[in-house]
């Protein structure tokens, strides 16, 4: 079973950032871990947010944040991030940090076994 605890959240202005973790602990090794960040905002369902591989190497993201925010992790630290930059109001959400055994990049919020508790971001306009 592995635990997973997100920080980071926080209130800023359209065009700042923040730099979102994830805290993995318990379960099996960290790296046998495919990671990934979803959304959901007011009134809406989940969104995929980013995701990526066990090892780092391969990661995907949502065309709504491709370009902006950047999803990496450290092995060692059993740790995951989400940098997200240039933040629009739209981006406003809690963030949750998924995880799922296998070493693949998952895009759906269904193949994810673990889930954190997720954080809140606002973007003011």
């Known amino acids: 079973q592995v635990q997973l605890v997100e920080s980071g959240g926080g209130l800023v202005q359209a065009g700042a950032s923040l730099r979102l973790s994830c805290a993995a602990s318990?379960?099996?090794?960290?790296?046998?871990?495919?990671m990934g960040w979803f959304r959901q905002a007011p009134g809406k369902g989940q969104e995929f947010v980013a995701t990526?591989?066990?090892?780092?190497?391969?990661?995907r993201y949502a065309s709504s944040v491709e370009g902006r925010f950047t999803v990496s992790r450290d092995n060692a630290k059993n740790m995951v991030y989400l940098q997200m930059n240039s933040l629009k109001p739209e981006d406003t959400a809690v963030y949750y940090c998924?995880?799922?055994?296998?070493?693949?990049?998952?895009?759906?919020?269904?193949?994810?076994?673990?889930w954190g508790q997720g954080t809140q971001v606002t973007v003011s306009s």
């Open positions: 318990g379960g099996r090794s960290f790296s046998e871990y495919a």
């Open positions: 990526i591989t066990w090892s780092g190497r391969d990661t």
């Open positions: 998924a995880a799922r055994d296998g070493g693949t990049w998952y895009l759906e919020a269904y193949e994810y076994e673990y």
